[in-house]
Structure formats: C-alpha cells, structure tokens
C-alpha cells in the first residue's frame, strides 16, 4: 500500500508538470500570428481544463478558461459557453475569500477526534451502492472497528451551508469520486490524507443521517423528510463506462436552421459540452467526435466510438419543420435505430436531410438485418431511460416541457455501432418558444444533467 501511495503521489507531481508545461507552451502559442500554432494552444488549454475538471482544481479551471476564451475569440470560435463558466469560478471565488473571514462564525458540533494511528493501513474501498434509495453502503476489504470512523458536522446557519462529514480509515484506488442523492446538494469522496478517506455530504438546509457499522461495511441513511424523492442507483464498475457523444452536423453542415436563424450545430455543441463535463465529473471517460466547429462525416462517428471501445453513443440533433409549421411541432424526441419508420420519423430524416431512397438503395435495409436483436433491445431500454430523465430534470424548471417520445428510426449515423446507440433530438430549433429555451445555457445544462441521469440509470439497470 506504501508503494501504491507513494506511486500515486509521484504520478499526481507528474501531472501537475505536465500542465505546468502544457500551460507555457500554450501561452506562447496563444501569442503566435499563426493559425495553427493558435489551434494548438486553444487545444492545449481544453485538454488541461478537462484534467482540471477532474481534479476539481478551480484554480487551474480559471487559467484554462481564460486561455480557451483568449484563443477561441482569435479564432473566431463560440466560446460564450467558457465565459460563462469562468464567470461562475469568479463568483465562487469571491463567495469563499466572503466564507473565510467568516470561518469563525461556524460552530463544530463534534471537534474532529485524532483517528488511531497504529490501525493497519490495508483497508481499501471495495464497492459503494445505494439501497432501496435510503441507504447508502460502503463495503470495505477489512472489518471496520468504531475507532476508525469519525464523524462531525461543519454548521453554519448564517450562510445556511451545512456539512456531515464523515472520515474513514480507509483508502480509495479511485479519483475524488461524486454521488448522488435528492437529499442533499453534494456528495464527494476523497483520499483526505494518506490513511484517510472523506466522504463529505453537503447541503443547503440541516443533514439528518444515520450510520451503522457491521463487519466489513458502513451505512448511511438517508433522511426520510425529503418530499421528492430522486436516486441513481450506483455501482462501482459503472465509472469505468466509455461514452461517446457525437455533436450532430458542424462545419460546412449546419445541419438545421431555425427560428431566428439559430443553428442546429452550435446548439447541439453547446449542450454536449455540457453533457461531457456532468460525465466526466461523474466519473465516466467521455470522448466527443468533435469539440469545435467542424464537419465530421457520418460514418466515422460510429466508427470512432468503435474505436474507442465505447460503451453507449449518444447522438445530439436538433429538430425543425418548415417555418409555415414552425408553431404546432415542438417537443423532445430519443430515437433508436430500426427499419420500421413512423410518419413523425419519416419528417425528422426530412429534416436531418436524409435522403430515404437512396439510403435503402445503398443496403441500409440490409445492414440492418445484420444488428442483433439485443443491441436495438438494449438501445431502445437506453433511448428510455434517457427520455425520462431528461423530462423529469427539465420539468423541475421550465414549464410546458412537451414529450415527443421514444421512436425508431433508420438514422444512418447509428448504423455500424458497436454498442447501444440513439439519437436525440433535444427539441425543435424551429419553434419559437422552444428555440429561445434551447440556446439558453441553464436550459441546456438542465438537458445536460437529465441525459447525465439517464446514463447513470441505464447503467445501474443494465451494469
Ligand atoms: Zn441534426
């Protein structure tokens, strides 16, 4: 375990050079009258915000923020997303320097006693679920003995941020990891200190749990006085999930324009984006088929996510009807593939510019044939699950949410994958109501959260 540890440490230093240097060359580059050498700081500044995403670091966030907004404007690329973001940090920021003048007001209910020092260092995490969405189980490597928890609670009533916090001596093979609960705002587990593991519940209003020690494992319940009820079953092994997401149309296809001339690719882009760091912040490893705007060919999205071994795509569109209709069709729709086509399918492929006849001329029908009856079982169990979420997530917000249902259809974007695959159609871009939600940033990070949600019930269904 020394060596694990020791291992980790030196693996994290070695991060932290890496960005380090990332970081300057970016700099440099960012100055550059060239285009290219601009492209690769852009790029080198997403790839540390992502690696900064993952560590939590706002910090490093904000730097890379900065860096992704400076390059992007260069290059003319649609960076009100990063603003937004880097707006957020800012505010956090100011919010904490505000908490730690007022670090004193906060009353410790228990002072943290010091956790034995002479246990043996050998007991790991093993698994961690939820049961009967009350009670969330840590199993252990080791029987665990009541010296070895300790729990206290961080209260201030003034700023109304509440904290239960819970050390274990215990160590995590994992990264921070966060969970979920409809009861309290946040749920993180970290390796605190090298023996230590933290799990810290942290909410708006008071944390009223329960915890019992038998054997090997710890449970905490959860307060009943919640009136809506939400969980995500999880399961350990889903954080290694791949996911691929695949941005529809970019570049020199647009792919639908709408009310108000809103393009389908930027909006699409933009909720995917939002949709990659929910996940990855949750702790799936994300690959997108494009991150700015450029235009990918239809086949080499299936095959990417091939590539990359994936376990679910997620295709993002847009829909749209000719602007005399533009008023009677919105509403949000998840499609898996088939050859069976209803009407409403039939006007979505109009809309994606599919052209029906020449795709059954070209053995779509064929191909088809060819996929298992378990992969379109599987993604039309995933294309549920996603359109239930994503219903019930907006639906905490925004009036009027309209359900166009779960539908197949013969999309040739998802021909040849590998894995469950569906499209969604996160709304019609044509409607005027519907449009003006859809480039709203909360509004996509509501999407966002709810095919997040939908991700994680698949799998805790179907692990
Ligand atoms: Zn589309």
């Known amino acids: 375990m020394r060596f694990f540890l020791a291992f980790l440490l030196f693996y994290l230093t070695l991060f932290a050079d890496v960005n380090t240097d990332t970081l300057k060359r970016a700099d440099t580059n960012s100055k550059s009258d060239s ?25 490093l966030c904000r730097t890379c923020l900065s860096g992704l907004i400076k390059t992007g404007k260069k290059l003319h690329i649609d960076v009100s997303n990063y603003e937004n973001k880097l707006k957020k940090l800012r505010i956090k920021k100011n919010k904490l320097k505000k908490k730690k003048s007022q670090k004193k007001l906060i009353d410790q209910k228990k002072p943290p006693k010091r956790l034995k020092k002479s246990i043996s260092s050998k007991n790991k995490l093993k698994s961690i679920r939820w049961k009967d969405s009350q009670r969330l189980i840590l199993s252990f490597s080791r029987n665990i003995k009541k010296s070895e928890l300790n729990r206290f609670s961080l209260n201030n009533d003034k700023i109304k941020k509440y904290k239960t916090i819970y050390d274990i001596y215990a160590v995590l093979t994992q990264k921070t990891m966060f969970l979920k609960h409809s009861s309290v705002k946040k749920i993180r587990l970290a390796q605190f200190d090298q023996r230590t593991l933290r799990i810290v519940f942290d909410n708006d209003s008071k944390i009223k749990q329960q915890y019992k020690i038998s054997g090997k494992e ?9 009136r ?4 995500i079953p999880l399961k350990y092994n889903q954080l290694k999930k791949i996911i691929v997401i695949d941005p529809g149309h970019g570049g020199k296809d647009s792919g639908a324009v709408g009310y108000k001339k809103y393009r389908e690719k ?14 990855l912040q949750r702790g799936y490893t994300v690959y997108m088929t494009r991150n700015g705007d450029n235009f990918v060919d239809l086949r080499k999205r299936t095959k990417f996510a091939n590539k ?21 069709a919105q509403g ?9 086509r209803s009407q409403r399918a039939e006007n979505t492929l109009k809309a994606e510019n599919v052209d029906i006849s020449k ?31 994503m219903l019930s997530s907006l639906k905490t917000r925004y009036k009027h949410v309209r359900d166009g249902g779960v539908r197949s259809g013969p999309f040739w974007v998802l021909v040849g994958a590998e894995m469950p695959a569906v499209l969604i159609e996160i709304g019609f871009i044509s409607h005027p109501s519907e449009a003006k939600r859809m480039i709203d940033h909360r509004y996509q990070k509501k999407q966002a959260l709810g095919i997040a949600d939908g991700v994680d019930r698949y799998f ?4």
């Open 228 to 231: 809506e009820l939400r969980y």
């Open 308 to 328: 990359k071994k994936a376990d679910l795509f997620l295709s993002i569109h847009a829909n749209s009807v000719p602007k005399r209709n533009r008023k009677k």
């Open 35 to 59: 285009k290219s050498e601009v492209v690769r700081a852009y790029n080198d500044y997403r790839n540390v915000y992502i690696r900064a995403l993952m560590k939590d670091d706002d910090k």
């Open 266 to 279: 930027i909006v699409v882009l933009q909720t995917s984006k939002k949709l990659r760091d929910i996940l």
């Open 332 to 340: 949000i729709e998840t499609y898996f593939l088939s050859t069976k």
């Open 359 to 389: 795709m059954e001329k070209s053995g779509m029908n064929a191909t088809l044939h060819l996929m298992s009856r378990e992969k379109i079982f599987a993604s039309n169990k995933l294309a549920i699950d996603l359109q239930q979420n």
């Open 218 to 226: 710890l449970t905490i319940k959860m307060s009943s006085e919640n």
């Open 460 to 463: 805790a269904k179907n692990p």
